[in-house]
């Protein structure tokens, strides 16, 4: 399948109040596409929010609900049941900052993983709060500046993709910005069966991570070239590795030297070299992890 094979229609208008080169305006385009007009979507306070626009504008052309930071899954399982009631067969998606997902939004997520909710709930990453000027998250990385840790955040990120496997959802993907037909076809996959199903893509952002807006999709392929976010589909126990990540773990492709992805944005540019190893560590940690529980044996030079 090609990129210029997807649905024509656009469900997110242009001419909305994103800045230039958010990844994650890309990636919600690409998304409604895979899950077309039957798609009632729920959004807490972040970005989104925002560039969604004001009632009674919108430029998000299918029913959003706006909910506060901590509920959005809960108030997608109260619209699926609401739904179902009334014999209306349409999915339901919460499309979520990584500050509602790993922080303020944790509670509600496990309790609606923990029921098996049937629903679809997508977190996009940007490894921040954004909207509120750069304030850390539990998904911000280590070392990275943010206006709440000026010299770096000293603690590395957890990682809510685990936590949503140990829950036993039905279906756990990981994504990228930099990789759309991989998003558009993990979205599928999630539309077509019911259950929990949990996708997280890392979006870019250009002011917050301090890189030109036009290198949105460029830093969001670096970060999976090397080895900073892994692409995966989880389902039935196994992991199952896609596009660039599964040909590194094959050893089909050599993964490409940190510094590439850490150099290229301002928030880093302070790195020592023990900053860099310290990342290093952690990819490398990180790997041995994910292909713990993966079908495909990482090639021993992987390691080196
Ligand atoms: C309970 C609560 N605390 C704080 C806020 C202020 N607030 C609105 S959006 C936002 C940032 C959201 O960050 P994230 O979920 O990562 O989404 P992003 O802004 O990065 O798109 C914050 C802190 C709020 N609306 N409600
Ligand atoms: S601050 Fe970042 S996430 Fe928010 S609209 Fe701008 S580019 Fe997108």
Redesign the pocket.
Known sequence: MRISELPEEELLLPGNAACHGCS?TLCLRVVLKALGKRTVLVI???????YQGMFPKSAIAVPVINT???SAAATASGVKAALLERGVDADVVVW??????????LQSLSGAAERGEDMIYIC???E?????GV?R?G?TPYGAWTNTTLSGKKEHRKDVAEIMISHGASYVATASAGYLLDLYKKVRRARKISGFWYIEILTP?PP?WKFPMSKSVEIAKLAVETGMWILYEYEEGKIKLTGVSKAIAEGKRRRKRVEEYLFSQGRFSHFSSEDVFEIERWIEDRWRRILGRNVYAAPAEFYV
């Open positions: 994650s807490p306070a972040s970005c989104s929010s925002v506060a930071f901590a979520a900052g990584d500050g509602g997902t790993y922080d303020i939004g996009y990453n940007n921040m709060y954004s909207n509120t304030q998250s998904a952002c917050g």
